[in-house]
């Protein structure tokens, strides 16, 4: 998941000096890429991981000197080297790492704040950081999907990110590029909203599901009518839960097109009912647990499955339901990269 979800539930309710931490660039490879960012706190706290341990304790000596002067600032880490001769760690990662510093003052904060509350209602955001030649920050700015925007910026917005917005851009390559309207380098990053998983069933199998999706960057809706089942103690990662009957169930679901939905109620009629409920729903993912000769009795007078995967999850032989929820969970990764690529490819 990208770890700017766990920052932002932290950052507004923080009542100490943060450092952001952002790679802004990479040339060749690296266990993380551009967009990725991480939280160090003044009493040592870190949240999130740039690298899979090479950078972060240095990045953590690093950062002490930036908690009272305010400034931004760049640090390069060359991991191509096999030996120690580099900065210390001998990594040998083939990679160059530009990693930006950006002590979170007020106004910063606050504009994180928004962005939150941006991503939480389903909508993507564009960030424009304007760079100096040594990779500092002068200015920055947030633009939303539909054209709102927020930040400390100077001066007018190119062009060329208002042409982005206005197609409605599904991807902004991150990264580092010049703009000759700013006769300056910028960096560039798309925030995209978590993507939404939604159970229908809260039985014991529903629980593991839930909690590994929820590591994995999702975020979790769970619905059944059961409310001994449906509920808060049973899963407590989950970002809601409603208890109510598939009818009226749906009719709370604002669905969008890159929804993940699963059914597992282990009720044939109300498995029944989803499935009727939601085939007129536009959604990126729909599976349903249990056998395909099942699915296809769902579905009566042995409708074709179309889109909907079942046996649902990756074929691994899995059992149990920490097995079978790891199998689904696997295969929602699967699927959102491979939708994130055909949308790429289509822009190319």
Excluded at 144 to 170: M, N, V, Y
Excluded at 200 to 216: C, E, N, R, T
Aim: with cysteine; glycine share 8%.
């Amino acid at each position: 998941m990208e770890s700017i979800h766990q920052i932002l539930d932290v950052i507004h309710l923080s009542s100490q000096k943060d450092i952001l931490a952002t790679i802004i660039d990479v040339q060749g490879s690296a266990y993380r890429k551009e967009g990725t960012s991480m939280l160090f706190k003044e009493d040592g706290t870190r949240v999130g991981l740039l690298s899979a341990g090479c950078i972060e304790d240095d990045l953590a000596e690093r950062v002490k000197d930036l908690f009272n002067d305010g400034l931004s600032q760049t640090i390069v880490f060359d991991m191509r080297a096999e030996d120690d001769l580099s900065w210390g760690q001998g990594a040998g990662c083939n990679g160059v790492l530009r990693v930006l510093l950006e002590p979170v003052g007020h106004c910063l904060r606050s504009h994180l704040h928004t962005l939150e509350t941006y991503l939480e209602a389903g909508k993507s955001v564009v960030i424009m950081k304007k760079l100096t030649h040594d990779y500092s920050v002068t200015d920055y700015i947030f633009l939303t999907e539909d054209h709102q925007l927020f930040g400390e910026w100077q001066g007018s917005i190119p062009a060329r990110i208002k042409c982005l917005l206005d197609s409605r851009s599904p991807i902004v390559k991150s990264g580092i590029i010049y703009m000759e309207e700013l006769s300056a380098p910028v960096y560039l990053h798309h925030y995209q909203p978590k993507s939404r998983l939604i159970i229908f069933g809260a039985g014991q199998d529903a629980i593991p599901l839930v909690q590994f999706a929820s590591k994995a960057g999702f975020s979790v809706l769970v619905s059944d009518w059961r409310p001994a089942l449906c509920n808060k103690d049973n899963f407590p990662s989950a970002t809601e839960c409603i208890v109510d009957f598939p009818v009226a169930a749906i009719k709370q679901i604002h669905f969008r097109p890159d929804d993940h939905v699963i059914v597992l109620t282990h009720n044939f009629k109300r498995d029944q009912e989803l499935l009727q409920l939601l085939a007129n729903e536009k959604l990126g993912y729909l599976g349903v647990l249990g056998s395909r000769a099942r699915t296809l009795r769902l579905l009566s007078n042995g409708e074709d499955l179309g889109n909907i995967r079942t046996p649902v999850g990756l074929p691994i032989g899995a059992e149990g339901p920490e097995e079978i929820a790891i199998s689904i969970v696997a295969d929602l990764i699967r699927v959102k990269r491979l939708q994130k690529n055909s949308k790429m490819d289509a822009m190319r």
